[in-house]
Structure formats: C-alpha cells, structure tokens
C-alpha cells in the first residue's frame, strides 16, 4: 500500500476516502511499518522460507483477483472471495465482531468525509484469499502473532463478517473505477516486492524502502503516536 501511494504521490490521510474506519488502521499499519528500519522486515521476509511462500501467493492472488476486477466478472470475484472468507473466519463466529465502528473511526490521521466512500479493498481480498490458497487458518497461530499482525487480521474479520460492506467493497471493486489507478500501482509493487523477496535481493529491498520511507517521513512522529494508541486499543479489544 505504500509502495501505490507514493507512486501516486498521495498521502492518503489528505484525501477523504482513505479516512475513517478500515483505512485509518491500513493508514497505520502502513507508517508504521515505514518508520523503521528497512533490514528488519528485509530479514524477516527474506531470511523465512514461510515468509517467502506467503508473499508469493498474496502477490499472485492480488494479480488474480484485480484481472476478475478489470474483466468486470462480478459473479466470479464473489465466489472466490466469500469461499475464501468462508474457509478463514467460518470456524471462527464470536457473539460480535471484536472491532467495531467507534473504535477504527477514533484513530485518524485525517478528517473523515461526512458520507463513507466505498472501497473495493483489494489488500483484504488477497490477504484472505492468500491464507485460503495456502491453507492457513490465523486463528490456529495466534500464539506467536505480533500487535500488527492482530490489527491485520482484525481489520479482515471486521470486513468479512460485515455481509453488507463485504458485498458493497465486491460491487465496487467492479463497478467503481475511481481506485483502477491505485489498484494497479498496488498490483505492480505487490509483483515486485515478491521478486525482491524470493531473488533475496536486499540491495533492491532497502532502496524501494528508504525511498518510501522518505516520501513519508513527515508524519512519522504522528502515525506512531495514533499507531500506539490503536494497537492497545485494538489489543484490548481482541482480549474480550
């Protein structure tokens, strides 16, 4: 995701339909992961064969699922994103979704627009899409799972076990071509971020980081000050 906003030269917390809700924890995540250094993901990612694995199929299932995006095949997205949704979170029903509207809106970088603009959430899509294609269920691996990793896999649950925004971000992702430029930019670094990774390039790696980084650094003192702030609230939340 940053990778796609700095190619666009957005700062996302400007714009209204990257405020509020689901964006401001993609937002966070994002900045948080920037504001460090670029050889502790690097290794992490690189050095892991399991790493090296998972991000080779989220970057061929963010391919597959923008192609069903652009042919327009409404029918199929569907199919494939709710029977992946279905395989991650069906065994996994709590009484209430443990992140709630309240609690995503009170993190913001930005000001929200008065009315909510959809999203097709094309990085949730493939995340889940991801975990089903490699058989992984996140619930069974909780118990050497990092703070961001729970905001990741809160915000998915958060949109998979809403039928009706879950159906609202599939008819957008077909029918709303207002994110098409973004979405690209976001399928092309997902691409190239799996080659760095599986070519173990980590010359490649930290100059694609720190030329990122930069781009965002201005708000870094900020986003880890929210960042910080969400994580316990959101890790509190999860804890019920």
Known sequence: MGKA??????????NARYVGGVENVKINITL?????????YAGLAIMNPYAREQ??????????LFKLMLAGDHAQ???RVKKAG?????GHQWAEIR?????????????????????NHLSLFAMVDCWFQLGIVPYDHMICSTPLFRLWLGVTEYLFRKPALLD??????????????????????????????????????QDRFESTQKFFESRF??????????????LAASAK
């Open 77 to 79: 997205l569907t199919e």
């Open 99 to 119: 992140l709630q509207d309240e609690l995503l809106d009170r993190f913001s970088l930005g000001t929200k627009a008065e009315t909510p603009l959809p999203n």
């Open 5 to 14: 906003w700095h190619a666009t030269k957005q700062f996302p917390w400007e």
């Open 168 to 205: 609202e971000a599939l008819r957008t992702a077909v029918d709303d071509n207002s994110f098409r430029s973004e979405d690209f930019e976001f399928t092309f670094a997902a691409r190239t971020w799996s080659e760095c990774v599986t070519f173990g390039a980590f010359d490649h790696y």
């Open 32 to 40: 948080r992961i920037y504001s460090q250094k670029w050889h502790v």
């Open 86 to 90: 279905a395989f991650v979170f069906g």
């Open 55 to 64: 991000i080779r199929q989220y970057a061929q299932s963010v391919t597959e």
């Open 221 to 234: 003192e900020d986003a880890t000050r929210v960042g910080n702030d969400m994580i316990k609230c959101i």
